[in-house]
């Protein structure tokens, strides 16, 4: 069996493993809004399935599965449950990043134990100061999702010289024994993430456990010279970026089939019909399945062109990357658009706490909230590169 053939069975296996565990991430989603955090026990079983595999190096025992099988399964754990769709996608994003780091700091994580899980914060919110060997960090990073369920972080800096002046940005790799979590996660939307704060009080970090921004913006990372293939020449604003808009395609997803079983069912007492014969909810139905289909189309175009040139070995044009950044957004803006258009649909009772409409409702929101789904920076960095001007970006 050639290579593709075996990749394609494994993620097979893999978005079959995630098909059969989304009655159970059904039943435990309101249990994880009310504890704040996703169980245990629905991280186990994401990990036995593999989803956390399915980016990382072969030679770690992951999968390097097509990214598309990795957004797959991420949306469809969160058509069922927000939260672990959203911690799913971060969390299993990181072998992807931590793949790019020099091989001495992949070792460190997974020489001992492959199914080591990271969480990060990557807003430069803390202070690196340069020394011999490496740096030494400080500072307070916020929403590090499923940080409870990792025992490293990545954590993003501004790097200064000895004068206070700015010479680089990284991420940085910690041990949980170089960093503590402070329970914050205090949210009307995405509560079971347990997105909580990160705190480094003045800790060494070696030169190896950091990563440039400027190499990931190339797409030439250290990393690459243990691990070759084309998953990990791909673009860091790319495939971060489509990670934070994938599990909202989800939400958008769940909510949308939510929306129908319970279409069905619904009597509107104030005109004495069935719900579901209402032409005007059925155009309203009819609009949300258009932009959820449209962002997830766009995603299978862009992650499909991004794969193409870097299995040919081509540098990827800038162009196509601005537009993955363009769409990026916009889908997540059809999907707000559409859970919006959906929960308008759905009445009063749709208020009840514990309804699944709500909470799709409540996440996607909380979802487009990340700095990622900035719609004015992605779509001005687009038309100015479309009119010829200089656009800078590390997350394109």
């Not at 997974?110 to 060997?133: F, I, N």
């Not at 991420?171 to 170089?178: R, Y």
């Amino acid at each position: 069996m050639c290579e593709d053939e075996t990749r394609q069975r494994v993620s097979e296996k893999v978005i079959e493993a995630v098909q059969e565990l989304l009655p159970a991430l059904r039943e435990r989603a309101q249990d994880a809004e009310d504890a704040r955090r996703i169980s245990d026990e629905s991280v186990k079983a994401l990990q036995e399935a593999g989803v956390f595999r399915l980016l990382q190096p072969a030679r770690f025992g992951g999968y390097e599965a097509d990214p598309l099988t990795f957004y797959t399964a991420v949306r469809t754990i969160a058509g069922a449950c927000g939260s672990t769709g959203w911690v799913s996608s971060v969390l299993g994003v990181h072998p992807w990043q931590l793949s790019l780091f020099p091989g001495q700091a992949q070792d460190d994580v997974w020489g001992d134990d492959p199914h080591t899980r990271m969480s990060s914060s990557y807003a430069p919110t803390g202070k690196a100061t340069l020394v011999d060997g490496g740096y030494r960090l400080t500072g307070r990073w916020a929403f590090s999702s499923g940080c409870d369920h990792a025992t490293w972080v990545l954590l993003g800096g501004i790097v200064l010289d000895d004068k206070g002046n700015r010479v680089d940005f990284k991420t940085f790799l910690l041990p949980i024994s170089d960093y503590t979590i402070d329970d914050v996660w205090h949210t009307v939307g995405l509560r079971g993430t347990g997105s909580n704060d990160i705190i480094v009080n003045d800790v060494f970090v070696p030169a190896h456990r950091t990563l440039s921004f400027m190499d990931t913006t190339r797409c030439v990372c250290p990393g690459q010279e243990v691990n070759p293939g084309a998953l990990y020449r791909l673009p860091f604003g790319s495939v971060f970026s489509y990670t934070i808009t994938t599990p909202i395609i989800g939400m958008a997803t769940g909510a949308y089939q939510a929306h129908l079983d319970y279409m069905k069912k619904r009597v509107r007492v104030s005109y004495g019909s069935k719900a579901a014969e209402d032409p005007f909810a059925q155009v309203r139905i009819a609009d949300a399945a258009s932009e959820i289909d449209a962002a997830w189309l766009q995603l299978e175009n862009h992650m499909g062109a991004l794969t193409r040139h870097a299995e040919a070995g081509e540098q990827i044009p800038m162009p196509l990357r601005f537009a993955v950044r363009r769409d990026q957004v916009k889908g997540t803006a059809r999907c707000i658009a559409a859970v919006d258009k959906l929960f308008e649909n759905s009445g009063g009772k749709s208020l009840k706490v514990g309804t699944p409409i709500q909470r799709f409702w409540r996440d996607a929101h909380a979802g487009r909230g990340h700095a990622i789904n900035d719609p004015e920076r992605a779509l001005s960095m687009f038309g100015a590169m479309e009119l010829g001007l200089p656009v800078q970006d590390a997350m394109v």
